[in-house]
Nanobody, 127 residues
């Protein structure tokens, strides 16, 4: 059974940084696309960032582009999300998700493309 575990969330002031981690166990990692989604209070879950199985391509929501960086270490079965210049509107529960090896480039932001999900980690940005 594939399990995803997020860590690294917390409380940070606006302008600060956090790095989230997503560890994967119980299944393949290095051959799978991975993504980060987030859900703010009272809102639907939305796409934040994604990375191909090789790490060769990354995708970002417009709202985080230039501030967030997604990466992966296939030797450690771990994906990361470096978040810089955080804003209060980044406050949300952040989820990592695992997809198949290949996802069409236009669909990396689509939840149904992902098969497994973590429990989420809370990120709170104070103004």
């Amino acid at each position: 059974q594939v399990q995803l575990l997020e860590s690294g969330g917390g409380l940070v002031q606006a302008g600060g940084s956090l790095r989230l981690s997503c560890g994967v166990s119980g299944g393949a990692f290095r051959t799978n696309a991975m993504g980060w989604f987030r859900q703010a209070p009272g809102k639907e879950r939305e796409f934040a960032a994604a990375i191909t199985w090789s790490g060769g391509r990354t995708y970002y929501a417009d709202s985080v582009k230039g501030r967030f960086t997604v990466s992966r270490d296939n030797a450690k079965n771990t994906m990361y999300l470096q978040m810089n210049n955080l804003k209060p509107e980044d406050t949300a529960v952040y989820y990592c998700a695992q997809g198949p090896t290949f996802i069409s480039g236009s669909n990396y932001d689509t939840e149904r493309e992902y098969d497994y999900w973590g429990q989420g980690t809370q990120v709170t940005v104070s103004s």
